[in-house]
């Protein structure tokens, strides 16, 4: 019994003491740089919401732009939420276009929602671009202090060149694709207008028809003589 109890001791020990993520041996299996981008459609009055994990100490960022409103929809603003694992709000917005990016300081689950309150009879189209990036500035430099030892001063070199020029595609990678958020949000508007535009021709077109057809009426009845009364 005495020893049964020992063990739970030194077990509930072991788990307190852990940490959140992963040690340096183990970063090659738990790291890595998730990035998703996608569009959805948020209901009227509805809110859409999605997690993605994320270890601490890691860039998180959210890009997202409202690119369509449905319906009788005339507000393009939503309310983006970001909450931390433990439920705290880490950042929040409400605009059409939007970005964040901020250090992960808690490992777990990161919630982040979209609401479209402003809108009762109408939905809007999305398109959003999130994920989180693991650096490691000074697990690297520490591997190069260490490496340094058994390695010429060319390799390391070449290794930190390498890392700046993975930093740099990265952030040429989101430029691009906030880019192409607004080619998509200006496809949209073109055709729009053009549906504005080809429903009001048609309208007026009409129109024009209408009254035409109502003026000759209305002459061809000035003209109109009765056959059963005398001439004058």
């Not at 994320?54 to 449905?70: I, K, P, R």
């Not at 595609?169 to 694709?177: A, E, P």
């Amino acid at each position: 019994m005495l020893v049964h109890i020992l063990l739970l001791v030194l077990s509930c020990r072991g788990v307190g003491g852990r940490k959140s993520e992963p040690r340096l041996d183990e970063a090659d299996l738990f790291r890595g740089a998730d990035r998703y981008d996608f569009a959805i459609e948020v209901p009227a009055s509805g809110t859409e919401c999605f997690w993605h994990f994320a270890h601490q100490s890691g860039n998180f960022y959210l890009t997202y732009m409202v690119q369509w409103v449905t319906g009788m929809a005339n507000d393009p603003r939503l309310f983006v939420t970001v909450l931390s694992p433990e439920g705290a709000l880490v950042a929040s917005t409400r605009d059409a276009i939007g970005q964040f990016n901020f250090q992960t300081e808690v490992t777990g689950f990161y919630q982040m929602c979209l609401g479209n309150h402003n809108n009762r009879f109408g939905g809007v189209r999305v398109f959003l671009n999130f994920g989180v990036v693991y650096e490691g500035f000074e697990e690297a430099k520490r591997e190069l202090e260490e490496g340094e030892k058994v390695l010429n001063t060319t390799l390391a070199r070449i290794q930190e060149s390498t890392q700046k020029l993975q930093t740099q595609i990265f952030h040429m990678w989101r430029h691009y694709n906030f880019a192409r958020m607004r080619k998509g949000k200006d496809h949209y508007l073109l055709l729009s207008n053009l549906s504005y535009v080809s429903c009001w021709s048609a309208a007026q077109s009409l129109a024009i028809l209408l009254s035409g057809y109502l003026q000759l009426l209305f002459l061809k009845r000035l003209f109109h003589t009765d056959s059963h009364r005398p001439p004058c």
